[in-house]
């Protein structure tokens, strides 16, 4: 599976985008989907997980109610949409896939295809 993710850019302090994930390959409904993120100097982090078919979801504390996750096994894609975006949210942003379920999702263990970053920057 290859991963394409696009949609980062410069915007202001309480707005919002739109993060696009594009996979490649048949078998893109069979993976948990995830959406990390990395800030300059520090670890890469998790966000959001998907289930296979959308159905559950898994966020992390610091996006909970304003990140939401989805996706469209049909185009092969999951998103992530940011709103009230604060400056603590700049960071090149990746998505990922992988296989299991459960609290595992919020390590990067699961994930066996990456996708380069996109970059979100916020401005106060």
């Known amino acids: 599976v290859q991963l394409q993710a696009s949609g980062g850019g410069l915007v202001q302090a309480g707005g919002s985008l739109r993060l696009s994930c594009a996979a490649s390959?048949?078998?893109?409904?069979?993976?948990?989907m995830g959406w990390f993120r990395q800030a300059p100097g520090k670890e890469r982090e998790f966000v959001a997980a998907i289930s296979w078919n959308g159905g559950n979801t898994y966020y992390a504390d610091s996006v909970k109610g304003r990140f939401t996750i989805s996706r469209d096994n049909a185009k092969n894609s999951v998103y992530l949409q940011m709103s009230s975006l604060k400056p603590e949210d700049t960071a090149a942003y990746y998505c990922?896939?992988?296989?299991?379920?459960?609290?595992?999702?919020?390590?990067?263990?699961?994930?066996?295809?990456w996708g380069q970053g996109t970059e979100v920057t916020v401005s106060s």
């Open positions: 390959g048949r078998t893109f409904s069979s993976y948990v």
């Open positions: 990922a896939a992988g296989v299991g379920w459960g609290s595992v999702v919020v390590t990067t263990t699961p994930y066996a295809y």
